[in-house]
């Protein structure tokens, strides 16, 4: 499975912002979408993920309750909703797929190429 994120960019503090991701077959269903990202100098951090169907998500403590996570698996795309951005959001945000629900980035097994998130203050 081959992803594909975007709509990354340069927000103020306090803006938002809608991240994409999009594969390549028509399988995303079979796969529980999860959203990282890493900020330099630092490890990669668990964003949230959503489940097969879109029933269940979690979130890390961090971006809980402005963070959004849904998915479309008709269009084959996942969304990243983020409201209240913050200068300590800046990263690269990654979507990523996984066979389970899991927050640690080793049982993701496809990657998507990353996006930049910059928040000014």
């Known amino acids: 499975v081959q992803l594909q994120a975007c709509g990354g960019g340069l927000v103020q503090a306090g803006g938002s912002l809608r991240l994409s991701c999009a594969a390549s077959?028509?399988?995303?269903?079979?796969?529980?979408m999860g959203w990282f990202r890493q900020a330099p100098g630092k490890e990669r951090e668990f964003v949230g993920y959503?489940?097969?169907?879109?029933?269940?998500?979690r979130y890390s403590d961090s971006v809980k309750g402005r963070f959004t996570i849904s998915r479309n698996n008709a269009k084959n795309t996942v969304s990243l909703q983020m409201h209240s951005l913050q200068p300590e959001d800046t990263a690269v945000y990654y979507c990523?797929?996984?066979?389970?629900?899991?927050?640690?980035?080793?049982?993701?097994?496809?990657w998507g190429q990353g996006t930049q998130v910059t928040v000014s203050s």
């Open positions: 990523a797929a996984a066979r389970g629900l899991r927050i640690g980035s080793r049982d993701y097994d496809y």
């Open positions: 077959e028509r399988t995303l269903s079979s796969y529980v």
């Open positions: 959503i489940s097969w169907s879109g029933d269940t998500t």
